[in-house]
Nanobody, 119 residues
């Protein structure tokens, strides 16, 4: 059974920092591309950053220079360090594990963790 368990969300003031973690089980973690998505009320879910199995990263423009994604394959965990947080970063953040298998894709999701940026 595949499980992705996020932690680290919470309430933070503008300009503050949070570190999200996502612990994976039930998959060969090192071969999966890992990503963090977020969904704000009334908006579509969007990819924030991802990191592939070769540790190549990709960031959405609004978080470049503020967020850093990393992975520890020995711990089956992916992290999202979020600095200089803004109110518009408020959303539920979801961890995703993705892998292409031929023409098919495998996607697994965590349950989400709430991040609220407010004074």
């Amino acid at each position: 059974q595949v499980q992705l368990v996020e932690s680290g969300g919470g309430l933070v003031q503008p300009g503050g920092s949070l570190r999200l973690s996502c612990a994976a089980s039930g998959i060969i973690f090192s071969i999966y591309d890992m990503g963090w998505y977020r969904q704000a009320p009334g908006k579509q879910r969007e990819l924030v950053p991802n990191i592939n199995s070769s540790r190549i990263t990709n960031y959405e423009d609004s978080v470049k220079g503020r967020f850093t994604i990393s992975r520890d394959n020995a711990k089956n965990t992916v992290y999202l360090q979020m600095n200089s947080l803004k109110p518009e970063d408020t959303a539920v953040y979801y961890c995703n594990a993705h892998r292409g298998v031929g023409r098919a894709t495998l996607d697994f999701w965590g349950q989400g963790t709430q991040v609220t940026v407010s004074s």
